[in-house]
Nanobody, 124 residues
Framework: VQLQASGGGLVQTGGSLRLSCAAT????????MGWFRQAPGKEREFVAA???????FYADSVKGRFTISRDNSKNTLYLQMNSLKPEDTAAYYC???????????????????WGQGTQVTVSS
């Protein structure tokens, strides 16, 4: 099973990026999937998650600017990031749960599968 994240890059403050996470090896149509990020010297933190029936959850720091979505037909998760700020600079990781557990969306230890990370850098 692999999660392949892509779409990161360098963008100016106020710009936008769209991250993608393609899953291979199994489907996650009935599993919570999410995005986390990690800045240098900081712990990995929750960004957004999406329930398999469509509910979405966001960290307060990105609410109103980021949108998580998924295309089950393509087994792919997305993160649309608008109005980017320098403090959004980090490596972004997609993650998926191996079971139908839908508790504690922000707890990274409950995610069983992780992508390799894609770097997002926002210049001021």
């Amino acid at each position: 099973v692999q999660l392949q994240a892509s779409g990161g890059g360098l963008v100016q403050t106020g710009g936008s990026l769209r991250l993608s996470c393609a899953a291979t090896g199994r489907t996650f149509n009935n599993n919570v999937m999410g995005w986390f990020r990690q800045a240098p010297g900081k712990e990995r933190e929750f960004v957004a998650a999406m329930h398999w029936v469509g509910g979405t959850f966001y960290a307060d720091s990105v609410k109103g600017r980021f949108t998580i979505s998924r295309d089950n037909s393509k087994n792919t998760l997305y993160l649309q990031m608008n109005s980017l700020k320098p403090e959004d600079t980090a490596a972004y990781y997609c993650a998926a749960r191996g079971s139908r557990d839908d508790s504690s969306y922000a707890r990274r230890t409950l995610y069983n599968y992780w992508g390799q990370g894609t770097q997002v850098t926002v210049s001021s």
